[in-house]
C-alpha cells in the first residue's frame, strides 16, 4: 500500500509535536487538527487512513468525536489519552475506537500500536480480493460456508456459541472488542454476563490455541477481546 496519511487529533502542542515528528522520523505523511471541529473537517475532507486521537479537546469530547465518525466511516482510530481509567477505555471502545493507549506513552509502544493497525488496513483490503467464504490467519481456517473450522488442516469441533464468538472476533482481527460489544453481537438480549463469556472464550482458546506456538486471541484485562493477525507460516 501507498504510504498512509495519519491524522494526528491533538491539543497540546508538545504531545502534538512528539507524536508528528515521531510519525516523520519514519517516514510516515500526517495531518493536524487540535479540536473537533477540524477533525470532523480534516477527517470528512483529507480522507486519512488513520487517526491518532486524543479524547480532551476544548469543544468536542473525543467520544463524541468517534462516534460522528464511525456514523460514516471505517478510518481506523487510535485513542491517545490521559484518561486511564477502564471505564474510560470501554466506552471509547464500545464507541468504535480501535486501541487506545494511555498518556503518558513511549514512542515505540505508540509506533507498535500504528504497525498494528496498518496491517489490519492491508489485511482488510487482502480480504477483499480473496474468496469471502473463507478466512485464513496462520494455521487457523474458517471455512464460513461450510460452518467448518480448521486448525493445521485438521478439523476441530466447536459448539455453536464457540463458533459465533471465533467468526465474530476473525471479522475483526486486530481490533479490541469490548465485552459488551461481544456479548451484544453474540447473545443479544439473552442473560450471559461477563464471567460466562470468559469461560466460552477459555474454552475457545484451548481449542484453536492447543498444542500450536501460536496466540491467536489476546486478552484486555478488564475490557475484551483481540484476535490478533498472525503469519501464515506459524
Known amino acids: ?4 496519511v495519519i491524522l494526528v487529533v491533538e491539543d497540546d502542542r508538545p504531545i502534538s509535536k512528539l507524536i508528528t515528528t515521531t510519525l516523520e522520523t519514519q517516514g510516515y505523511k500526517y495531518l493536524e487538527a487540535s479540536t473537533g471541529e477540524m477533525t470532523i473537517m480534516e477527517a470528512v475532507s483529507r480522507q486519512p487512513d ?6 480532551g479537546l476544548p469543544d468536542m469530547d473525543g467520544v463524541e468525536i468517534i462516534r460522528k465518525v464511525r456514523s460514516w466511516s471505517n478510518l481506523p482510530i487510535i485513542v491517545v489519552s490521559a484518561r486511564s481509567e477502564d471505564r474510560d477505555k470501554i466506552e471509547a471502545l464500545d464507541a468504535g475506537a480501535d486501541d487506545y493507549l494511555t498518556k503518558p506513552f513511549s514512542v515505540e509502544e505508540l509506533l507498535a500500536r500504528l504497525r498494528v493497525s496498518l496491517r489490519r488496513i492491508q489485511f482488510d483490503r487482502d480480504k477483499l480480493q480473496k474468496d ?3 478466512f485464513n490467519n496462520g494455521n487457523l481456517r474458517i471455512d464460513y460456508a461450510a460452518g467448518v473450522v ?3 488442516g ?4 466447536l459448539t455453536p456459541s464457540e463458533y459465533k464468538l471465533l467468526c465474530l472476533l476473525a471479522k ?3 481490533k479490541v472488542l469490548t465485552h459488551n460489544y461481544i456479548l451484544h453481537e453474540i447473545w443479544g438480549s439473552h442473560p450471559y454476563d461477563v464471567p460466562a463469556l470468559r469461560v466460552f472464550m477459555a474454552t475457545l482458546r484451548k481449542k484453536i490455541e492447543s498444542g500450536s506456538s501460536q496466540k491467536l486471541i489476546q486478552t484486555h484485562i478488564g475490557i475484551g477481546y483481540r484476535m ?3 503469519s501464515e507460516d506459524v
Do not use: F
Request: charged residues 15%; proline residues 4%.
Open 1 to 4: 500500500m501507498n504510504k498512509p
Open 150 to 152: 480448521y486448525l493445521g
Open 228 to 230: 490478533l493477525q498472525v
Open 132 to 134: 469471502a467464504s473463507s
Open 154 to 157: 485438521e478439523e476441530i469441533h
Open 172 to 174: 475483526n482481527v486486530g
Open 50 to 55: 488513520l487517526m491518532i486521537l486524543d479524547l
